[in-house]
């Protein structure tokens, strides 16, 4: 296993919008462990390539299986998501806002309106297709990875950033 360095908004590779994946070799199923690594030791609860450097749509997705965790999202603690060329099919009218945080925009936080179910298509890691229904947080985590792959950042739409204390770090809201 690697662990892959996340790049800043410094970076115009986190502002492009990436490229489909054709390719499902055995390159590409390293890059995808890699990334879920990264991810768990950050850490955080998704992961999209362009945040490694790697201008592909595709990104890896897992809450956390803490026992919070566990009581909050039940069978879902600890699922991955591994979602390649994902569209949003579906998304309720419905919006929530909540707090977000960005593995690439480390020590801030913001608040973000994002709808509260969505239906997403994609194909798995090894190209066969999927299809997602996520609601409240775990379809927050899906919305914030998917803007990643067209170059969108949390900061363009939230309501409002600041400066994350030590003590909000371990809500593990880092995506
Ligand atoms: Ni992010």
């Known amino acids: 296993m690697t662990f892959l360095d996340i790049i800043r908004p410094d970076n ?10 054709m390719v499902f ?28 450097a790697v201008s592909q749509r595709f990104a890896v997705i897992r809450l956390s299986d803490d026992e919070k965790s566990k009581e909050e999202f039940g069978d879902l603690a600890g699922k991955l ?13 419905e919006m ?12 801030y936080l913001g608040s973000v309106d994002r709808h509260e179910k969505i239906t ?14 996520a609601e409240g947080w775990l ?12 170059g969108k950042l949390y900061i363009d739409i939230a309501k409002d950033v600041w400066e994350a204390r030590p003590e909000d770090e371990e809500d593990g809201v880092a995506e």
Request: charged letters at 30%.
């Open 12 to 21: 115009p590779i986190l502002r492009k919008k990436a490229k489909r994946v």
């Open 81 to 93: 998501y591994v979602v390649v060329n994902p569209e949003i099919v579906k998304a309720s009218k």
């Open 120 to 133: 997403i298509d994609s194909l798995d890691r090894h190209g066969k297709p999927q299809r997602i229904k």
């Open 139 to 150: 379809a927050r985590v899906f919305q914030h990875e998917i803007d990643h792959l067209d």
């Open 25 to 52: 070799d055995k390159k590409f199923q390293k890059l995808v462990d890699d990334m879920v690594e990264t991810m768990i030791a950050a850490p955080g609860v998704g992961l999209a390539a362009p945040q490694v």
């Open 96 to 107: 929530v806002e909540g707090v977000e945080g960005c593995l690439s925009i480390p020590g």
